[in-house]
């Protein structure tokens, strides 16, 4: 069971042991550099950095550490982590993309970097780690649902409005289609965009943004009416031993004229596609705030009240529950989510992540 001071700092950053410094690895100038950040000088390039996400991108957010404005911690012969900046501190996004046995040493690392950071999007082990280990809160931020491919069907109560939805779309004549060549997204996006309660702006980092500059193994798949475009679901790989072992649909937009059976309907047509190419299981990403009841000794009680009410009262910022909803219709498996924050009120820090989403 986890355990933590009643102070309202987890525990004092002092009190645990460095992991080995690993700093003989890299030579150092000694100018200024040596306060630099040292994934600075040692950067990888982009097709390392891909290799390390195509072993090691297990996670459902690891595609999404690529989007524009990312920074990168990079440890040699290792992995790394990705981060956003914001009012002098630094939001992790995902856990760190490397192999399971080097995540102690590479968040160590990163932490003698950044002392005042916070994790978001991060797995059960990862959040656990960061609790034992480095004495932060570990507190529950949502869940991700997993679709299991081999035992997947359209029957069972929860399922209905997705076969209603399938007839709607056979009705009105929806064809879908698999294709990179189609350029009406853009259009149908800033339509889509007008209808959102955000219409003036992208989300981001939480959610990677539409347009990423590196696609090639993005899976699209557009629905049409009598030829005109009406939806599309956009699919981002999941890796594991350089493999694709999932897609997670992070990109989905609808005619606003039109959207009845639509996003169902794309989903389970890139299920089936996936299942007749062998995949195993499809990952429908985060639910953003869908928390249990429990509330765990490693958790902020404080913290995770008031995302029970954001999930509430918070709709109009965001559609936590339309989400929730959708995904709970596929009747996947699902495993929680934390983010990890060293005081047990991280203010801040929640304020600057929904500032870096751009929710205000």
Not at 21 to 48: G, M, P, R, Y
Request: hydrophobic letters at 40%; aromatic letters at 14%.
């Amino acid at each position: 069971m986890f355990m933590f001071n009643s102070s309202s700092k987890a525990l004092n950053s002092s009190n645990y042991i460095p992991a080995p410094n690993i700093a003989d690895a890299w030579v150092l100038h000694d100018s200024k550099e040596k306060t630099e950040n040292l994934s600075e000088a040692f950067a990888f390039s982009f097709e390392e950095r891909m290799t390390y996400i195509r072993k090691y991108g297990s996670h459902c957010m690891s595609f999404s550490t690529l989007q524009p404005g990312m920074k990168f911690f990079d440890v040699p012969d290792k992995g790394f982590i990705a981060y956003m900046q914001k009012w002098g501190s630094q939001m992790v996004l995902s856990d760190p993309v490397c192999h399971e046995k080097d995540r102690e040493l590479v968040i160590s690392e990163f932490l003698k970097k950044y002392k005042h950071t916070g994790f978001v999007q991060i797995t059960e082990p990862v959040a656990k780690l960061m609790h034992e280990r480095f004495g932060y809160y570990a507190t529950q931020f949502g869940i991700e649902t997993i679709v299991d491919l081999e035992t997947w069907d359209l029957s069972g109560k929860k399922k209905q409005i997705l076969r209603t939805s399938l007839n709607q779309s056979r009705k009105n004549g929806i064809v879908i289609r698999e294709c990179r060549e189609e350029t009406r997204h853009h259009e149908l996006s800033r339509q889509w965009m007008s209808t959102r309660k955000i219409k003036n702006r992208e989300i981001g980092f939480l959610i990677r943004p539409m347009v990423m500059e590196h696609e090639e193994e993005t899976r699209k798949f557009f629905a049409y009416h009598e030829d005109k475009l009406v939806g599309f679901v956009f699919f981002d790989p999941i890796y594991k031993d350089g493999k694709i072992i999932s897609y997670v649909p992070n990109i989905s937009r609808f005619s606003h004229s039109f959207r009845q059976g639509i996003f169902y309907s794309l989903l389970v047509y890139a299920m089936d596609t996936f299942k007749k190419e062998g995949l195993n299981e499809i990952n429908l990403g985060l639910s953003i705030l869908v928390l249990d009841e429990e509330d765990k000794q490693s958790e902020s009680w404080i913290l995770k009240n008031i995302e029970r009410l954001i999930f509430r009262y918070g709709n109009f910022i965001y559609n936590f529950k339309g989400i929730a909803f959708t995904k709970s219709r596929f009747n996947g498996k699902t495993n929680k989510f934390y983010s990890a924050h060293q005081w047990s009120l991280p203010a801040i820090k929640l304020i600057s992540m929904f500032k870096l989403s751009n929710v205000f």
